[in-house]
């Protein structure tokens, strides 16, 4: 399995969300507890579709609007195929404690 890091902060595109049982070129696995994300980047290549997995300790979600990708807790995991590189700054979408406003990390569209 293949880990990897997001970001959501960048141009636009029109990306479509594709249902989670569809078969994916990568997975990226981004994991959330204690007010932060396990790695403060992740990256994927453009052109290739990933499946994207949220593994949450706690109350947490994240969004990058630019790719059309939102996980929370009843939304796990996602497919996009992002085409524009770019870096995509995401947060956490949840108020989850004194410490969600530091809860950040990028996601790197190489």
């Given at each position: 399995?293949?880990?990897?890091?997001?970001?959501?902060?960048?141009?636009?595109?029109?990306?479509t969300?594709a249902?989670?049982?569809?078969?994916?070129?990568?997975e990226?696995?981004?994991q959330a507890?204690?007010?932060?994300?396990?790695?403060?980047?992740?990256h994927?290549?453009?052109?290739?579709?990933v499946?994207i997995?949220?593994e949450?300790?706690g109350?947490h979600g994240?969004?990058?609007?630019?790719?059309?990708?939102?996980?929370?807790?009843?939304?796990t995991?996602?497919?996009i195929t992002?085409?524009?590189p770019?870096t995509?700054?995401?947060?956490?979408?949840?108020?989850?404690?004194?410490?969600?406003?530091?809860?950040h990390?990028k996601?790197?569209?190489?």
């Amino acid at each position: 399995m293949l880990s990897l890091g997001l970001t959501a902060c960048g141009g636009s595109q029109a990306d479509t969300p594709a249902a989670a049982t569809e078969a994916a070129d990568t997975e990226l696995v981004i994991q959330a507890t204690n007010y932060q994300f396990d790695q403060p980047e992740y990256h994927i290549k453009a052109g290739e579709s990933v499946r994207i997995i949220l593994e949450a300790k706690g109350n947490h979600g994240l969004q990058v609007k630019e790719l059309g990708l939102k996980l929370d807790p009843n939304q796990t995991e996602q497919i996009i195929t992002p085409e524009k590189p770019g870096t995509y700054e995401f947060f956490c979408t949840i108020m989850c404690g004194p410490g969600h406003k530091d809860m950040h990390a990028k996601l790197i569209v190489e």
